[in-house]
T-cell receptor
Framework: DVKVTQSSRYLVKRTGEKVFLECVQD?????MFWYRQDPGLGLRLIYF?????MKEKGDIPEGYSVSREKKERFSLILESASTNQTSMYLC?????WGRGREQYFGPGTRLTVT | QKEVEQNSGPLSVPEGAIASLNCTYS??????FFWYRQYSGKSPELIMF????GDKEDGRFTAQLNKASQYVSLLIRDSQPSDSATYLC??????????FGTGTSLTVIP
């Protein structure tokens, strides 16, 4: 079974703090993704990576950065957390090639910024 | 225009009935189509995917794809209260990105 794990299920941070969210997958997937999910807005892509040290901006990259130093690990960084970054953060991974390329999700991190 | 559109619902069906969930997409180059189920407070889990026109069945679930009309649907037969969740449709083209719909909320009434 594909396993995608995220470092925390729940996180509470203060405005202005630097926040690190980590994601690890064990299926040797090339692609990794970070989304946030808010009620009524669905899943919105923040960043994705298709290889080590490679990254592409998604739909809402402002206020976020990412790091992928190893194939299995993809980190999301909130440089200076703000209250509008309170959300559910979901990491996903997939193969890069092939018709399926389904994404597998981690359990999510619910981040609250106060 | 959004890449993927779904009726947000809520959709309510009685237990044992067929639930029908629909999704339309805008990019004619789309190649693979996915249905995810998401329980409240949980992450999406893959139910099935389809990439050829026609039907694909897996247990009580059937995915239907019509590329000419640019829609994909999910039928859930013999609906159970445990099927109550939000169902997300997702589409990919030749690139690496997924395009998700905002989901349809389904409630199965015992």
């Amino acid at each position: 079974d594909v396993k995608v794990t995220q470092s925390s299920r729940y996180l509470v941070k203060r405005t202005g703090e630097k926040v690190f969210l980590e994601c690890v997958q064990d299926m040797d997937h090339e692609n990794m993704f970070w989304y946030r999910q808010d009620p009524g807005l669905g899943l919105r892509l923040i960043y994705f990576s298709y290889d080590v040290k490679m990254k592409e901006k998604g739909d809402i990259p402002e206020g976020y950065s990412v790091s992928r130093e190893k194939k299995e690990r993809f980190s999301l960084i909130l440089e200076s957390a703000s209250t509008n970054q309170t959300s559910m953060y979901l990491c996903a991974s997939s193969l890069q090639w092939g018709r399926g390329r389904e994404q597998y999700f981690g359990p999510g991190t619910r981040l609250t910024v106060t | 225009q959004k890449e993927v559109e779904q009726n947000s619902g809520p959709l309510s069906v009685p237990e044992g009935a067929i639930a029908s969930l629909n999704c339309t997409y805008s990019d004619r180059g789309s190649q693979s189509f996915f249905w995810y189920r998401q329980y409240s407070g949980k992450s999406p889990e893959l139910i099935m995917f389809i990439y050829s026109n026609g039907d694909k069945e897996d247990g009580r679930f059937t995915a239907q794809l019509n590329k000419a009309s640019q829609y994909v649907s999910l039928l859930i037969r013999d609906s159970q209260p445990s099927d109550s969740a939000t169902y997300l449709c997702a589409v990919t083209n030749t690139g690496n990105q997924f395009y998700f719909g905002t989901g349809t909320s389904l409630t199965v009434i015992p």
